[in-house]
Structure formats: structure tokens, C-alpha cells
């Protein structure tokens, strides 16, 4: 990984959603960085839990039980005053379209003000490319970053994030990248996050699991870990730009559930979801020049680390659960 250095090492980086999947495994890369860490998470969809790593590593690791717009977390900020703040709290998937548009639009506000205030050196926000970019046409694809065109609400408050953040770096000075995120997977994806997640879990329940539409949509997959790898590479390069993070493949669902499951029952079709786009991938080029960043991990491998992590949480869970049973 590259080093997220630059200005005073000394001064600590905030993860805004640290405690949900992708922020969680970033915490896990800046400790082994040997980087002070403040994860600021309202534990909303996040899970303290996925932190269990990062409390055993014996970095310095400081958790804020607070929503980083609301005046404890702007206190919290004022008091650490890291050098970097990574918002993933952001257009969260799963949640209510209206609820994540304004919730995202009032976040990124309070914390930019609250950054330009604590003297941070940079922001680096990461949001869902499909809400940047909607449905693109398929001679589109993989698409590069475009001025933005609001599509919906997420659409609506994407463009809203940039503009905010690029307001404040013409006006303040407040460094930026945005990461315009993939369809991200891997361990402690919760089902409802993600359709990699939701695949696994119907299939270590040995249940049928449901596809939005006929599965023929396809979604441009990247693994957590390479996720990771570029929001570090991210915290000093890329400035001022919106940056694409994805592999520029298209795999259809329909293939993603055979791959997941193999030899289990087919997936049954089910209602489409309105405005998502029906094929999608994101072209890595301007990743692959700003941040001297590529993904690794193959589809395959990625799958299978992820089927075995969360074969191996059930386990966890249920030796624990059996001996406080017992």
C-alpha cells in the first residue's frame, strides 16, 4: 500500500463509518500502517464488532460513539484535529433513498465546515459510482468520470457531495478526492449491503436466494482489500478530483450467483428496483494515473474469501453462542 504520509505524522486520520464494513477494514490497513486512528460511528448500520481486529492490534485506536455532523462529533474533530478525514458514511446502500440523500447532503456539509475549522489537511470521501453516474448506455461503458447528471435522490445528493467539497477547496483551501466506488464485496458485508453478501448468506442457509430483475444486469464487483488500497493511496494523492475505483469488468448477476453457488438451487427471479442501471462498470484509467493504483484480487479468489470468512463467523458465533449456553 502506499504510504498515507505527508504533513505531520503525528497527527492522527479519522474514519467517519469506521465501524462498518469497507471503513473497518481501512481502520485494520492505517493501524498497520502504525497510524492514530479516530473512527467516529453512530453503530447505526455498523457494528462494533468489526473492529474486534483493530482493538486486539495494539495500535492506537480511538472509537467515538458519535454522528460526526451532529456538535459532539464537530467536538470531536476540533479536539483530534486529524490530518485526514475519510467520510464512507455517505449514500449508505440499503437505506431509504430520501433519507440517505438529505441525511448524506446535512453530513458532508457539517463535516467539511467542521474540517476547515480543526485545520485538516484533506477529505476523502467515497460514495457508490452507481449514484454518481446512474444508467449509463452501454457504449458508455466502463465509464470514465463525467460531469455529473442527477439521477433520483442518490443521483441528486452525489452531485450535491462534489460540490460541497469542491466549494470548499476553492474557497478554503480543504483538499479533496472523491472515490467513485464499485460494487464493493468481501468479509463483513452485512446481506442487506450488497448482493455478494446477500448470495452468501442465502447460500450457507442452503435457501434459494432472490435476483432483482432476471440477473441478466451487471455490476462491475471489487474486492474489499483493493477498495482499501486506494482510499490509503487516496489520502495524498488525487487531489481535487473525483476518481473512479472498479476493475472495468461487467459480470452479470445471473453469473455472480452460479459462482457463489455452484451446485446449490437456483436464484429466483424478482422485482426490478427503479433507476438502477441495468449495466454497469467504471474505467479505472484515471485510478491507475492518480493514485498508482490497480486492483489484484480476481473475482474467483475474492469469492472464495469471502464465502470463507463468513462460513467462518457462523462458526464463531454459534461455539460462542453454544457456550454461553452452556
Known amino acids: 500500500m502506499a504510504d498515507s504520509g505527508g504533513g505531520d505524522p503525528h497527527r492522527p486520520i479519522a474514519v467517519i463509518g469506521g465501524a462498518g464494513f469497507i471503513?473497518?477494514?481501512?481502520?485494520?490497513?492505517?493501524?498497520?500502517?502504525?497510524?492514530?486512528?479516530?473512527?467516529?460511528?453512530t453503530l447505526e448500520t455498523g457494528s462494533i464488532a468489526n473492529l474486534a481486529a483493530a482493538r486486539r492490534s495494539g495500535g492506537s485506536l480511538k472509537f467515538h460513539h458519535v454522528d460526526a455532523a451532529s456538535?459532539?462529533?464537530?467536538?470531536?474533530?476540533?479536539?483530534?484535529?486529524?490530518?485526514?478525514?475519510?467520510?464512507?458514511?455517505?449514500?449508505?446502500?440499503?437505506e431509504d433513498d430520501?433519507?440517505?440523500?438529505?441525511?448524506?447532503f446535512a453530513s458532508i456539509?457539517?463535516?467539511?465546515?467542521?474540517?476547515?475549522?480543526?485545520?485538516?489537511?484533506?477529505?476523502?470521501?467515497?460514495?457508490?459510482?452507481?449514484?454518481?453516474?446512474?444508467?449509463?448506455?452501454?457504449?458508455?461503458?466502463?465509464?470514465?468520470?463525467?460531469?455529473?447528471?442527477?439521477?433520483g435522490l442518490r443521483g441528486a445528493a452525489a452531485k450535491a457531495i462534489v460540490d460541497v467539497v469542491t466549494y470548499h477547496r476553492e474557497a478554503?483551501?480543504?483538499?479533496?478526492t472523491v472515490l467513485a466506488l464499485a460494487t464493493v464485496y468481501g468479509p463483513r458485508q452485512r446481506p442487506r449491503g450488497g448482493v455478494v453478501a446477500a448470495?452468501?448468506?442465502?447460500?450457507?442457509?442452503?435457501?434459494?436466494?432472490?435476483?432483482?430483475?432476471?440477473?441478466?444486469?451487471t455490476r462491475d464487483l471489487l474486492y474489499v482489500e483493493d477498495a482499501v488500497d486506494a482510499l490509503v493511496k487516496s489520502a495524498d494523492r488525487g487531489g481535487g478530483l473525483v476518481v473512479n475505483v472498479g476493475t472495468g469488468t461487467q459480470t452479470?448477476?445471473?453469473?455472480?450467483?452460479?459462482?457463489?453457488?455452484?451446485?446449490?438451487?437456483?436464484?429466483?427471479?424478482?422485482?426490478?428496483?427503479?433507476?438502477?442501471?441495468?449495466?454497469?462498470?467504471?474505467?479505472?484509467?484515471?485510478?491507475?494515473?492518480?493514485?498508482?493504483?490497480?486492483?489484484?484480487?480476481?473475482?474467483?479468489?475474492?469469492?472464495?474469501?469471502?464465502?470463507?470468512a463468513a462460513r467462518a463467523a457462523r462458526a464463531s458465533s454459534a461455539e460462542h453462542n453454544g457456550g454461553e449456553a452452556g
Open 98 to 104: 430520501a433519507a440517505a440523500a438529505s441525511d448524506s
Open 71 to 94: 456538535a459532539d462529533g464537530v467536538a470531536v474533530l476540533a479536539l483530534r484535529r486529524p490530518r485526514v478525514v475519510f467520510h464512507l458514511a455517505l449514500l449508505v446502500p440499503g
Open 23 to 41: 471503513g473497518s477494514h481501512l481502520v485494520d490497513a492505517l493501524l498497520a500502517e502504525g497510524r492514530s486512528v479516530d473512527v467516529l460511528d
Open 199 to 217: 448470495f452468501v448468506a442465502a447460500a450457507l442457509d442452503g435457501e434459494p436466494a432472490t435476483m432483482h430483475g432476471e440477473g441478466r444486469q
Open 252 to 308: 452479470s448477476i445471473r453469473d455472480l450467483h452460479k459462482l457463489v453457488t455452484p451446485d446449490g438451487p437456483a436464484a429466483e427471479p424478482g422485482p426490478g428496483r427503479w433507476g438502477e442501471p441495468g449495466r454497469f462498470a467504471v474505467s479505472p484509467v484515471r485510478a491507475r494515473i492518480h493514485l498508482a493504483w490497480s486492483p489484484w484480487t480476481s473475482l474467483v479468489d475474492g469469492i472464495g474469501d469471502t464465502v470463507d
Open 172 to 176: 478554503d483551501g480543504l483538499e479533496f
Open 109 to 151: 456539509v457539517a463535516v467539511c465546515s467542521a474540517a476547515r475549522h480543526a485545520g485538516v489537511d484533506k477529505v476523502v470521501v467515497a460514495v457508490p459510482a452507481t449514484d454518481i453516474y446512474g444508467r449509463p448506455s452501454a457504449r458508455e461503458l466502463p465509464v470514465r468520470e463525467v460531469p455529473l447528471a442527477a439521477n
